[in-house]
Structures are given as structure tokens and as C-alpha cells.
């Protein structure tokens, strides 16, 4: 049984900072593409970025991108996702979800079978 337990939201004010975290269960979290979705209130769960298994390529939604950064501890079995330069437009619940095995994390959610219950982002102006 694979578990996804994500941690870090908050309130925090246009412009500032917040860190999540992705704590996950399993031996072979090395193995796995990652990736952090986010929906917010009245619309669709949308990608935000991934990371491939191997750490070495990452992907971003063109809302995020220079802003927010994905990274992976393999000995920690976790992923990050450092949020800088916090718009209005990043409240959401973000999501943290497990990719394919050996997989890039590329191709939305249908390449993710294990979805985290979610963090609260609020950011206000």
C-alpha cells in the first residue's frame, strides 16, 4: 500500500514563500516519477510540475514556472515544492501524487496511480 502524506500549506501573503512536502511510504520511491497537482475552489485538478524518476529532468506548468522549483530526497523518501513569488492565483490544494516506475513524470494525470489527500495553499493579498 502505497501512501502519500503531504504537509507545508498554510495562509501566507502575495509574494511570500511556502515549502511542501511529500512524505512517502515504499522501498523503491527511487524508482518513481513524482508530480504536485493543484485544484483550486470551482475548477478542474491541474498539473503543476513533476519530477523524473531519476531526478535529473523536471517539468512545469507555464503558471509556475520561474517561480516554483520540484526536487526529490530518495533517502527520504520525499519531494518538494518550493513556492516562491506566491500570486493569488496559487490558492489551491495541491497534491502531491506517484508516477510511473522509471517514468519521466510527463503526461498528466493519467500517469499517476497514487494521489496524496492534499495541503491547503492560501495566499491573500
Known amino acids: 500500500q502505497v501512501q502519500l502524506v503531504e504537509s507545508g500549506g498554510g495562509l501566507v501573503q502575495a509574494g511570500g514563500s511556502l515549502r511542501l512536502s511529500c512524505a512517502a511510504s515504499?522501498?523503491?520511491?527511487?524508482?518513481?516519477?513524482m508530480g504536485w497537482f493543484r485544484q483550486a475552489p470551482g475548477k478542474e485538478r491541474e498539473f503543476v510540475a513533476a519530477?523524473?524518476?531519476?531526478?535529473?529532468?523536471?517539468y512545469y506548468a507555464d503558471s509556475v514556472k520561474g517561480r516554483f522549483t520540484i526536487s526529490r530526497d530518495n533517502a527520504k523518501n520525499a519531494v518538494y515544492l518550493q513556492m516562491n513569488s506566491l500570486k493569488l492565483e496559487d490558492t489551491a490544494v495541491y497534491y502531491c501524487?506517484?508516477?510511473?516506475?522509471?517514468?519521466?513524470?510527463?503526461?498528466?494525470?493519467?500517469?499517476?496511480?497514487?494521489w496524496g489527500q492534499g495541503t491547503q495553499v492560501t495566499v491573500s493579498a
Open positions: 515504499g522501498r523503491t520511491f527511487s524508482n518513481y516519477a
Open positions: 501524487a506517484r508516477g510511473r516506475q522509471y517514468g519521466s513524470g510527463w503526461g498528466g494525470e493519467s500517469v499517476y496511480a497514487y
Open positions: 519530477i523524473h524518476w531519476s531526478g535529473g529532468t523536471t
